[in-house]
């Protein structure tokens, strides 16, 4: 089975902790709206299924999958929908929902570091809401990336395999995430990363150990992985990295 | 099987949403910190849990929802876990994760909703951050709210059944959210709904269908329904409702 997988081009954005899910699963797909529009691919193609009213199950924004005929969007669910498929979810039942409510929490985080540089309206620009910024994001440093790191780092703490990893001794999806929000939180903010990460060393040590798996680092080392910008999610204004 | 049911006592908030579906199921359930410190309840059980080492799923913030010796948190996954277990979702599987996908997007639209009495950060009072919030409001009322609203509109109008629900042909836990969504709507902004809401019949009938089930009737005359306030998602600051 081939996957086709919707989201912006040019950003990793939302779309990033599927990315790394399908590229750690081995799981063949295609990046639809990367694609050209000769080859009914690209943007086009993306916004041919977001208007398409025949789909009973639309999707409310990308990302989203195509399984088939199936639609699946939100990350939390493409990924709790993939880690039942693929070798990147625990087996057990508890497990697979406990990796669901953190990949939730992992979604609320995300949310509040994109509103840190959007926090008036999606729909403005950045250079239209700096002053707001500003302020959102000394709450997001100073107290909201301590709390959600924090609470990560306990859940790996108190994995009783005492593995690396956060649920058994295996990594599973939502520490492909983790990965991705150290990645993204060094390229934001290097300053306040340097200051804060010494408090979080599990979550620091697995952003190597994921970095180092020998899909990711394919991955990583590719074309597909598009460089962090200022158009995503984790943006790098210096203005805002006190 | 009694669930625990652990949230903010005086507020509908998040927690109302999985309340309706408690209520729904016809499920038994102790809402712990509304209960007295006399009986271990109360606020300082919730605290307890939420500082409690010993949890290895521990929930990042309430709501959250015991099951036996199992915690779950965060809003769609405490309704993907009741929808397995009572009849409050669809029973085909692919029914079930559009279900969940549609509560996702309702999770999206409380966090903008809350946001926009709280633009800046949680941790300041809405006094503290009023500027910034009338103009997220703004783009809330004449943008957002249209789009999730027209979304969960056109969701019910391709269910393939024709039913007046928005899967198959009996309510689902998305349904009790909808309603849960106009009721806080019209509270929060009564003249901007009464200008939006013709656009979205569907909804809108929906919400009333659903306040006259039997069961969301009895809870909707109860006390255990709390009245909407100033502490909560929806909030009637009159200057916000243009």
């Not at 398409?52 to 639609?71: M, W």
């Amino acid at each position: 089975m081939s996957y086709e997988f919707y989201y912006w081009p040019g950003i990793q954005g939302r779309g990033e902790f599927v990315r790394l899910a399908l590229e750690q699963a081995g799981a063949g797909y295609v990046d639809v709206a990367r694609g050209s529009e000769e080859d009914g691919q690209g943007v086009a193609a993306m916004r041919a299924v977001l208007a398409d009213d025949a789909f009973t199950t639309p999707p409310f924004a990308p990302p989203f999958l195509k399984a088939g005929d199936r639609i699946v969007a939100h990350v939390a669910a493409i990924l709790l929908f993939l880690g039942d498929r693929h070798d990147i979810a625990p087996k057990n039942a508890a497990h697979r929902l406990w990796a669901h409510q953190l990949q939730l929490s992992v979604t609320d985080f995300v949310q509040e570091i994109h509103d840190a540089h959007h926090p008036i309206a999606n729909a403005l620009y950045y250079e239209e809401q700096k002053s707001e910024s500003a302020q959102r994001t000394e709450h997001l440093l100073s107290a909201r990336a301590p709390k959600y790191l924090g609470y990560f780092e306990a859940a790996i703490a108190r994995n009783p395999t005492n593995s690396e990893f956060v649920i058994g001794d295996a990594p599973s999806y939502p520490d492909l995430s983790f990965f991705q929000l150290v990645a993204g939180l060094r390229y934001a903010f290097p300053k306040a990363m340097a200051r804060i990460e010494p408090d979080y060393p599990k979550i620091a040590a697995l952003h190597d150990t994921i970095a180092a798996l020998p899909r990711i680092a394919a991955y990583l080392g590719s074309d597909r992985r598009i460089p962090f910008n200022e158009h995503g999610v984790f943006r790098h204004y210096p203005e805002l990295d006190a």
